[in-house]
T-cell receptor
Framework: NAGVTQTPKFQVLKTGQSMTLQCAQD?????MYWYRQDPGMGLRLIYY???????DKGEVPNGYNVSRLNKREFSLRLESAAPSQTSVYFC???????????FGPGTRLTVL | AQSVTQLDSHVSVSEGTPVLLRCNYS??????LFWYVQHPNKGLQLLLK??????LVKGINGFEAEFKKSETSFHLTKPSAHMSDAAEYFC??????????????FGAGTRLAVHP
């Protein structure tokens, strides 16, 4: 099993550009999550999807949108990137919303 | 409100010596607690979890943690450090949001260095 996969691994954007981060899981999990990791701050939740067809805001949703494309895939979109969005982005999934979360390898994003 | 404090941002040990990574939590009810490890340029891997069963929890790679309610602590230990243990470690508490959502609150992380 691949577990949770994320693409791309690295990305550099200019301010104002848009992009979509892709996440897929092959564990048949119902719940999926997007986090960002900044130095000295641990991980903070951007958006989550408790089940296919639902999405909700987390702690830091401003500047982001998400799509739960199907049970496997959960994408994160930056419509107009800003330098403050320079971060490492992690996708995670869990069997149900109360279960252990499993993380992907991350996407390192730099916005110039 | 739930919160997590990792008391040391950096810990340095010699190979073969014990490891202690300290974590205190704040929770208004009996929490679920986790330790995750992140090796350089990798994702987070679950080391162990406490979910109100035995207070001493054994995880992977020889790590264990003890839940102490009276001290609101969940410190991570290993008897003998290995070079491959060098990584960043996150203490995490799980909260319940209305509607049953499983929210994780992360500590700021402790970077463990292991010297020969």
């Amino acid at each position: 099993n691949a577990g949770v996969t994320q693409t791309p691994k690295f990305q550099v954007l200019k301010t104002g550009q848009s992009m979509t981060l892709q996440c897929a899981q092959d564990m048949n999990h119902n719940s999926m999550y997007w986090y960002r990791q900044d130095p000295g701050m641990g991980l903070r939740l951007i958006y989550y999807s408790a089940s296919e067809g639902t999405t909700d805001k987390g702690e830091v949703p401003n500047g982001y949108n998400v799509s739960r494309l199907n049970k496997r895939e959960f994408s994160l979109r930056l419509e107009s990137a800003a330098p403050s969005q320079t971060s490492v982005y992690f996708c995670a999934s869990s069997e149900a919303s109360l279960d252990t979360q499993y993380f992907g390898p991350g996407t390192r994003l730099t916005v110039l | 409100a739930q919160s997590v404090t990792q008391l040391d941002s950096h810990v340095s040990v010699s190979e073969g010596t014990p490891v202690l990574l300290r974590c205190n939590y704040s929770s208004s009810y009996s929490p679920s607690l986790f330790w995750y490890v992140q090796h350089p340029n990798k994702g987070l891997q679950l080391l162990l979890k406490y979910t109100s069963a035995a207070t001493l929890v054994k995880g992977i790679n020889g790590f264990e943690a003890e839940f102490k309610k009276s001290e609101t602590s969940f410190h991570l230990t290993k008897p003998s450090a290995h070079m491959s243990d060098a990584a960043e470690y996150f203490c995490v508490v799980r909260t319940l949001i209305m509607g049953g959502y499983n929210k994780l609150i992360f500590g700021a992380g402790t970077r463990l260095a292991v010297h020969p």
